[in-house]
């Protein structure tokens, strides 16, 4: 029988209430907390802490205060940027493309709980993974959901809920998101 992180990095449904997964999550909560409490001299590009739990280009900047929940499934590319406040649900793979940037406030959530009630209280749910291309401007408070792909030189609004991919170059913003231009 699989654990509950296989079925996790299966995209299968599992339960988020699990020893593994605690000690899991413990590990990231103390990673992001030397990240969030170290000066900002100290902590350079991306606190050493941080890189122990996740995949990132040298040059990619993380903004104090961040969270993630895992940190194991993230991968971010050369020049990436994450402003204050972000958040990342990493429950499944969540990708950032080369200089990519991510306003104060982004929140990305792969988590989708069950939506029969009695399964979720105990603890179901499933991971959908997200991808954000390069070149990627995602403005403050935006939040995407599982199972998105932002292309390659798109355009997400501040405060956009983004619920469906966004094609390459495209521009969206509101919630639910909708596209208002195409970049050619």
């Not at 040059?59 to 994450?82: K, M, R, S, W």
């Amino acid at each position: 029988m699989a654990s509950e992180r296989e079925k996790m990095a299966a995209g299968e449904w599992y339960c988020c209430l699990d020893p593994e997964l605690d000690a899991l999550r413990e590990k990231a909560r103390r990673a992001v907390h030397a990240h969030n409490t170290m000066s900002p001299a100290e902590r350079g590009a991306m606190a050493p802490a941080l890189r122990v739990l996740f995949g990132a280009a040298p040059d990619a900047f993380l903004e104090a205060p961040f969270h993630c929940a895992y940190g194991f499934n993230v991968v971010l590319g050369q020049g990436v940027y994450l402003n204050a406040g972000c958040t990342i649900l990493d429950t499944a793979p969540v990708t950032i493309g080369a200089r990519s940037m991510l306003g104060p406030g982004v929140q990305l959530y792969c988590a989708d709980h069950h939506r029969d009630p009695a399964l979720r209280a105990k603890g179901l749910e499933i991971g959908r993974p997200i991808s954000i291309g390069d070149d990627v401007w995602i403005g403050g408070g935006a939040i995407i959901l599982g199972g998105i792909t932002v292309g390659d030189g798109a355009i997400v609004g501040a405060g956009s809920v983004v619920t469906r991919d966004v094609p390459p170059g495209a521009t969206v913003v509101g919630n639910p998101a909708r596209s208002i231009t195409r970049r050619d």
